[in-house]
């Protein structure tokens, strides 16, 4: 997974509570990025960051924010859970903006 | 419409056949072209990357672009039941933004 680690694994909540997972990277690559796997709707983009402090929006960015303080760091918080939320997230890394990106293991969730 | 369309399958071959994907895309600014392999429970793994028309080939597969067609397909010569797994079209405008097939689901029996 290209030196790229999500935690955590699996997790159960409940809704209106906060959740945060964590990305991972030992590749030093520039570009972050979180997205989100639903049955029929394929991968979408949440939040990504081109540099430490540095985030925008993606599509599907309602209900959730990041924070990136170290290069190898970005986190995703839900502020307060829903069911909708309910997904598998996916952390994705790239050297470049328009290069390759490359996936980490994923974290699934579940909001109850 | 979806800005990248995939057939989602399910399709099943026996091991050995040739293993045939497809997608169509509608923007024909779209200039890098991407196939994902997922197994399950897993996350995407990059199979193939290419941004000009025309074919690339990596051991026992080959991407084809057909940017006057907006088409693009993924072949796999002598599948194996290794090769099942959801594969992912993946398109790029040329910056951090990737448009996702929904996946084809294979099934490569032994």
């Known amino acids: 997974d290209a030196g790229i680690t999500q935690s955590p694994r699996h997790k159960v909540t409940e809704t209106g509570t906060p959740v945060t997972l964590r990305c991972h990277q030992t590749?030093?690559?520039?570009?972050m990025y979180w997205y989100r796997q639903d049955p029929g709707h394929g991968l979408r983009l949440i939040h990504y960051?081109?540099?430490?402090?540095?985030?925008d929006k993606g599509e599907v960015s309602d209900g959730y924010s990041v924070s990136r303080s170290k290069t190898e760091d970005f986190l995703l918080t839900l502020e307060s859970a829903t069911s909708s939320q309910t997904s598998v997230y996916f952390c994705?890394?790239?050297?470049?903006?328009?290069?390759?990106?490359?996936f980490g293991p994923g974290t699934r969730l579940t909001v109850t | 419409q979806k800005e990248v369309e995939q057939d989602p399958g399910p399709l099943s071959v026996p091991e050995g056949a040739i293993v045939s994907l497809n997608c169509t895309y509608s923007?024909?600014?779209?200039?890098?072209f991407m196939w994902y392999r997922q197994y399950s429970r897993k996350g995407p793994e990059l199979l193939m990357y290419?941004?000009?028309?025309g074919n690339k080939e990596d051991g026992r597969f080959t991407a084809q672009v057909d940017k006057s067609s907006k088409y693009i397909s993924l072949f796999i010569r002598d599948s194996q039941p290794s090769d099942s797994a959801t594969y992912l079209c993946?398109?790029?405008?040329?910056?951090?933004?990737?448009?996702f097939g929904a996946g084809t689901t294979v099934t490569v029996r032994a």
């Open positions: 994705a890394i790239s050297e470049r903006s328009l290069g390759e990106q490359y």
């Open positions: 993946a398109m790029s405008l040329g910056d951090y933004k990737l448009s």
């Open positions: 290419t941004y000009s028309s």
């Open positions: 923007n024909s600014a779209f200039q890098y």
């Open positions: 590749e030093n690559h520039r570009y």
């Open positions: 960051s081109y540099g430490v402090k540095d985030t």
